[in-house]
């Protein structure tokens, strides 16, 4: 792959124009979305898919999320919208909800690994929305990182893991989310979960009507969650919030350590602290920018204190299962 130069433009509309042109071209662009960037590129066009994987280092089974501008455009993308996908749609579009539907032979077996469904979702952020209107097709984007790396919430993430790789970044500032999109299998009458969120399961139920499902043998969870994932330079330790608070942890004399917290810290501080107070949906939010702080930080073994398994909870320590994870 040979180098190109990587512009990163404020998201307003003249650079919005522009990246829609690239995409039109068959190129890709980052642009920012309420969850973490994507890597943009043309949903129909299979030769664009394949430049995703190669810029990402992403192996070819990983299936890529379609983005629309609006339910209007899904005729286009799934076969069918189900009873279930049109309640999550009515509650939650535009916003950070993925439907896994059937395809139609238009979406390219390059975006989806080769299955018969495919993931789509309606962003809400506004410069992805005026990027999908600009362009008026859909687009297919997976994360912004390089495979197996910490989520982009921030454009220079996309610079550092795609500079030289891909010609522009969309800068929209900070996501607000932070973590990616809830996934949900709804194919059927009861919604299966295959990526938490920060949409939590609790109320994915409540629109859904229908109690949420773990993804069984019939339908495995999405192909990504097997891989090695969100994984920084450094070594992640999890560290529940009694250790943080009753100084335990302050006595812990690893080289270079490093701590993300919320509970109040007592002992000896390591050299790299971020402590995020406030309600799980802020730690969410600073999660994937504190593991890249850490690393850029020089830290070898980042202490990240855990918080309780439920509600936006359950999408934290999904993913700080498998930054650990080794
Ligand atoms: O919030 C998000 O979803 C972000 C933004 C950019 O929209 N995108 C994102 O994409 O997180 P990515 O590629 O990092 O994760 C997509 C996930 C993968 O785990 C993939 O396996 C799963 O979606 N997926 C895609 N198509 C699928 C399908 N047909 N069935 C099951 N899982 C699928
Ligand atoms: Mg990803």
């Known amino acids: 792959m040979s180098p190109v130069r990587t512009r990163l433009l404020r998201a307003g509309p003249e650079a919005v124009a522009e990246a829609a042109a690239l995409l039109r071209a068959g190129a890709l662009v980052a642009f920012?979305?309420?969850?973490?960037?994507?890597?943009?590129?043309r949903a129909f066009d299979p030769a664009a898919a394949r430049r995703v994987y190669r810029a990402k280092g992403r192996p070819s089974d990983n299936p890529l999320i379609v983005h629309v501008a609006s339910s209007g455009d899904l005729p286009r993308v799934v076969r069918r919208v189900t009873p279930l996908a049109r309640r999550l749609i009515a509650a939650f579009w535009p916003g950070p909800l993925t439907l896994v539907l059937e395809k139609t032979a238009r979406v390219p077996a390059a975006v989806t690994g080769g299955r018969s469904t495919v993931a789509v979702r309606c962003p809400s952020h506004p410069a992805a929305r005026a990027l999908l209107r600009a362009l008026g097709e859909p687009i297919a984007a997976p994360s912004a990182n390089r495979s197996g790396r910490p989520s982009p919430t921030a454009a220079a993430h996309v610079r550092r893991d795609l500079g030289g790789r891909i010609p522009l970044i969309l800068d929209g500032g900070p996501c607000r989310r932070g973590l990616e999109s809830a996934i949900v299998d709804a194919r059927g009458r009861r919604p299966v979960l295959l990526r938490p969120g920060t949409i939590s399961p609790e109320r994915i139920a409540r629109a859904a009507g229908a109690p949420v499902?773990?993804?069984?043998?019939?339908?495995?969870?999405?192909?990504?969650?097997?891989?090695?994932?969100?994984?920084?330079?450094?070594?992640?330790?999890?560290?529940?919030?009694?250790?943080?608070r009753n100084g335990a942890l302050g006595r812990v004399k690893t080289p270079r350590a490093g701590l993300v917290h919320r509970a109040p810290f007592s002992g000896k501080r390591p050299s790299f602290v971020r402590r995020v107070p406030g309600d799980v949906s802020a730690y969410a939010r600073a999660l994937f920018s504190s593991l890249r702080e850490a690393e850029a930080a020089g830290v070898r073994t980042l202490y990240v204190e855990t918080v309780p398994d439920?509600?936006?909870?359950?999408a934290v320590m999904d993913r700080l299962r498998r930054a650990a994870a080794r």
């Not at 979305?33 to 590129?41: H, I, R, S």
């Not at 499902?213 to 919030?241: F, I, M, N, Q």
């Not at 439920?310 to 359950?314: Q, T």
Request: proline share 15%; aromatic share 4%.
């Open 32 to 41: 920012p979305t309420e969850t973490v960037y994507g890597l943009g590129a």
């Open 310 to 314: 439920r509600g936006v909870g359950r």
């Open 213 to 244: 499902e773990a993804p069984g043998r019939s339908a495995p969870a999405a192909p990504g969650t097997k891989h090695r994932h969100y994984a920084p330079t450094c070594r992640v330790v999890l560290v529940p919030p009694a250790l943080v």
